[in-house]
């Protein structure tokens, strides 16, 4: 039988300081209760001390591009990068990302700005799925998540502008969706889910106004939502309480 799982909650990890959800790309980590072990799989800057935290529980590793010179858009790093660690891991957080210079207007599209948007935000995490799947474990339960935006959604979108941004990260849903019914026929017990985080005060947000949640507390909830994920529910888009977003 399985043991109570342990995860860090949001009390605990809001009042940690620094920047960036990518502290929750970690990897690695053994959390008490989990027989398994747990991973989270670091693809960014780590610098909130969440890190420690789960350090305390297990083997933490983070990878990132200033660290590892893992650039999400270029395949050749993607492989060598992914290439260079030994799975399996139970838990993956993608959480790469970037904003651009969003448009307001059709006026200000641009073909090269909106590639670029595609690069980052769609085809990255992509790649680091397709190189990921040779380190998941097909015999027990392993979980990825994807950090993508509820503006993504076409369904929530009533306000329109932020078209390349909006439509890199519906092409990034429509990515990990399909991933997802490809991994559950090899791994029957993953999960997959589109994240999205709030609004978060990050570097991501640092030139809009607003209240933000504190980029900890947004960690704990995505873990928190992801940890309870079946694979009955994988493929989905779920927000950070947990609520269904729609496509
Ligand atoms: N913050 C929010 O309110 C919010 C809301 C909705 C969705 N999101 C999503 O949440 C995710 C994380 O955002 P954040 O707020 O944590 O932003 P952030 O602090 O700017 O972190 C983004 C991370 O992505 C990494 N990155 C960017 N381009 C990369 C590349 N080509 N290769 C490898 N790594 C790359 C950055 O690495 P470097 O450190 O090397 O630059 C950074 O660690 C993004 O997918 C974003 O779309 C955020």
């Not at 939502?225 to 977003?245: M, N, Q, T, W």
Request: proline share 4%; aromatic share 6%; charged share 20%.
């Amino acid at each position: 039988m399985a043991e109570e799982r342990s995860l860090p909650d949001a009390d605990k990890t809001a009042g940690l300081t620094g920047e960036g959800l990518s502290l929750i790309y970690l990897r690695l980590c053994s959390f008490g209760g989990y027989n398994a072990g747990i991973g989270y799989w670091g693809l960014g800057r780590d610098r909130c001390g969440f890190g420690d935290t789960l350090a305390a529980r297990g083997e933490v590793v983070g990878l990132s591009r200033s660290g590892d010179g893992l650039d999400v858009t270029d395949e050749a790093s993607v492989a060598r990068v992914l290439g260079g660690v030994s799975g399996p891991f139970d838990l993956v957080m993608i959480a790469t990302g970037a904003l651009g210079v969003p448009e307001k207007s059709l006026r200000a599209l641009s073909g090269q700005a909106m590639l670029a948007q595609f690069a980052v935000n769609a085809v990255g995490p992509a790649l680091i799925i397709k190189h990921l799947l040779p380190l998941l474990p097909k015999d027990r339960e392993t979980r990825v998540g994807v950090l993508s935006a509820r503006v993504g959604s076409i369904g929530d979108n009533a306000l329109g502008g932020w078209y390349s941004y909006r439509a890199a990260k519906a092409a990034l849903n429509q990515v990990v969706h399909t991933a997802a019914i490809e991994v559950a026929r090899s791994h029957p017990l993953a999960v997959l889910a589109c994240l999205h985080p709030g609004k978060v005060a990050t570097s991501f947000t640092a030139g809009y106004p607003g209240e933000k949640d504190a980029p900890g507390l947004s960690a704990a909830r995505l873990l928190a939502v992801l940890d309870g994920l079946s694979p009955a529910e994988s493929g989905r888009f779920y927000d950070y309480a947990g609520k269904i977003v729609a496509w």
